[in-house]
């Protein structure tokens, strides 16, 4: 009984190291596949997230684009109205220039001048029926 009491207990040791080794190696594996799983899971995400931030990208740069050829086109109709703003500006400066040049109305009383200028003024602008 003594040789069996050894090898029973030795193989006894064995099986129970055998035991843990597979209990380790399994625990191993579910650690990895568990990492594995949350790894593809990541990877999908950012995939996703990829793609959702090239879309938007490219919606941006199709709006800038567009709105590019929205500002080219009112700069083009609105040269027409910056001419005539400035045909405009041309008489209302030389007009200003003329008031400026005028020599006084009345010599040595500025106010009597103003008002005789104003006076003038608004005549000019009832025959032109404006008021």
């Known amino acids: 009984m003594t040789i069996i009491s050894p ?3 030795g193989l006894g040791l064995a099986l129970a190291l055998s035991v843990l080794g597979n209990l380790a190696g399994g625990y191993a594996y579910l650690q990895q596949r ?3 799983v949350e790894a593809r899971t990541d990877l999908r995400y950012q995939t996703g997230a990829t793609e959702a931030a090239t879309l938007a990208a490219h919606a941006c740069s199709d709006s800038v684009e567009a709105l590019s050829v ?7 109709q609105l040269e027409g109205e910056r001419a005539a703003a400035a045909k405009r500006a ?3 400066y030389a007009r200003a220039d003329q008031i400026l040049a ?10 009597a001048s103003a008002q005789k200028r104003v006076n ?5 602008r009832g025959q032109k029926g404006g008021g």
């Open 7 to 9: 090898l029973t207990a």
């Open 34 to 36: 568990d990492a594995s």
């Open 70 to 76: 929205s500002a080219a086109v009112m700069a083009s």
């Open 90 to 92: 041309g008489a209302h």
């Open 102 to 111: 005028t020599p006084a109305a009345v010599p040595g009383d500025a106010c």
């Open 120 to 124: 003038n003024i608004m005549a000019a």
